[in-house]
């Protein structure tokens, strides 16, 4: 529940909470891999929160090399992030703060959609630079809901 909330994630649904909670703990017992399967769970009611009804969703993406290169740091850095150079660090933080900034004057929700494995990690980077920018992984994006790519975060080379 604690790691839901340090995301802003609502918790009224408790039912959903607890149920998703009583699948899954018998094969999970790693506190983050708990809340990120219930989050997958919650993800229509997260979805709703950042956007409200709308039903295509625009994103801010990462380019696909920097993407490769967040996976292979963060991936297996067990969430913590301890893989990821300093200065990718900084700059990934800068251009998603800069970013979510310019989504939000235009009226866009600032959400960064990212790959499964580095949602968290990503997430407490990004945290503390651009507090209202959300960060979504692929599966907590509903069937019913498309997705728009919007503007794209590259690496220090772009």
Known sequence: MQLLLEESVHIRDIR??????AEHATTVTDPAELAKRVRIALSPAIVQQIYGAINELNVIAIDPPLERLLVQALGNASGQGQALDPGVADILTKKAAEMALKQEEIGIPACLLVPDQIRSSVARLVRRVAPRL??????????SHSIRIGPILKGAAS
């Open 16 to 21: 959903t909470i607890i149920e998703s909670i």
């Open 134 to 143: 959300q960060v979504l992984a692929h599966s907590e994006i509903p069937e």
